[in-house]
C-alpha cells in the first residue's frame, strides 16, 4: 500500500483516502468529526451572520453513529504508529459510541480532557452545555510520545508560588472560542491555541499529523506554522477550498480581517 503524500490535503471521503495510507507511518491524529445531533450550522443561535457561514456541513445520522466511528478509526489504528496517539473532540450526545470503538478497536484512553469554553446555546429546559469532551488515546503507553516541559520549565513558577506546568497539564482546558466576526468560515473549528497545545505537547517538528474531518482547515493550517507535516481529507468541496485557500496564501482568516500565519495562538474569541 502506498501512502498518500504530506503537505496536502484531499477532496475524498476519510475512510477511503485513509485506505491509501501505509501502515504505521502516522505521528498523530488530531480531529473533531461530525456532531450526529442534527446540527443546523446557520441557526440565529449560534451568535453567526448566516451569509458568512460556508453551506455543505455533512451530518451523520445518530443511528449510524457507531457504525460510522468504528470504520473511521479503525483506519487510524491501522495507520497510526506504535508511538503515536490520537486526539478526538465529541460532544456528549453520542460521546458513547465514541468511547465504545476506541475500547473495541484496542486504543488505550490517557486522558479525558474536558474543553471548558466560553459560552453555549441558550437554553430554557435544560442546563446550558458549555464544555466539549476531548479523548486523548494512543496504541502503546510505553512508546507515545509526551513532552512534560516544553511549554513552562519544571520550576517555573507563578507569582502565588504555583507551578505553570501542573496548571497547563491540568485536564481541564480553559480555552476561549474564536470569533470570527466579518469573514468566512465554516460552521464548525477548533480554537487554534488548542491544536498548537497539543503539538507541543505530543509531537515533533516533521511529524506526520492527520486530520480525517479537516472543516475549515485549522489543523493543517497550524500544523504549517509549527513545521508538520500534514495530511487531511475533506468530503465537503466548499470546505475543501477554503482550507486550501487558507494553506496556499497564508491566510489564517480570510476576506475583510485576513490575518497571517504569525498570529496563530495570539488570545482571540470565536464563534462555533
Not at 39 to 57: D, E, H, M, Q, W
Request: hydrophobic share 35%; proline share 3%.
Amino acid at each position: 500500500m502506498n501512502s498518500l503524500q504530506t503537505n496536502i490535503i484531499y477532496n475524498e471521503d476519510c475512510i477511503a483516502g485513509m485506505r491509501k495510507i501505509s501502515d504505521g507511518s502516522i505521528d498523530l491524529v488530531i480531529t473533531d468529526p461530525p456532531f450526529a445531533i442534527d446540527f443546523s450550522p446557520k441557526r440565529s443561535n449560534y451568535n453567526r451572520i448566516a451569509g458568512r457561514v460556508l453551506t455543505g456541513y455533512n451530518e451523520i445520522s445518530a443511528n449510524r453513529y457507531y457504525d460510522f466511528s468504528l470504520q473511521w478509526m479503525k483506519q487510524v489504528y491501522r495507520v497510526l504508529k506504535d508511538s503515536g496517539s490520537m486526539f478526538v473532540f465529541s460532544g456528549w450526545n453520542n460521546l458513547k459510541d465514541i468511547l465504545n470503538t476506541l475500547d473495541i478497536l484496542g486504543f488505550i484512553t490517557v486522558n479525558h480532557i474536558i474543553w471548558k469554553y466560553q459560552f453555549g446555546v441558550v437554553t430554557k429546559r435544560k442546563f446550558v452545555t458549555s464544555h466539549y469532551h476531548c479523548l486523548y488515546v494512543c496504541k502503546n503507553d510505553a512508546k507515545r510520545k509526551f513532552f512534560p516541559y516544553v511549554r513552562f520549565k519544571k520550576n517555573e513558577r507563578k507569582t502565588n508560588g504555583g507551578s505553570f506546568h501542573y496548571e497547563d497539564k491540568e485536564d481541564v482546558w480553559f480555552i476561549k472560542r474564536e470569533y470570527w466576526s466579518g469573514d468566512q468560515k465554516t460552521p464548525t473549528k477548533l480554537p487554534a491555541e488548542i491544536i498548537k497545545k497539543i503539538l507541543q505537547y505530543t509531537s515533533e517538528e516533521n511529524d506526520a499529523i492527520l486530520d480525517p474531518f479537516l472543516g475549515s482547515g485549522q489543523v493543517v493550517v497550524v500544523c504549517k506554522q509549527m513545521h508538520r507535516r500534514y495530511i487531511g481529507f475533506e468530503i465537503v468541496k466548499e470546505y475543501y477550498e477554503f482550507a486550501k485557500e487558507r494553506l496556499e496564501n497564508g491566510k489564517y482568516r480570510i476576506k475583510s480581517n485576513e490575518t497571517a500565519f504569525s498570529e496563530i495562538g495570539q488570545p482571540v474569541l470565536f464563534d462555533r
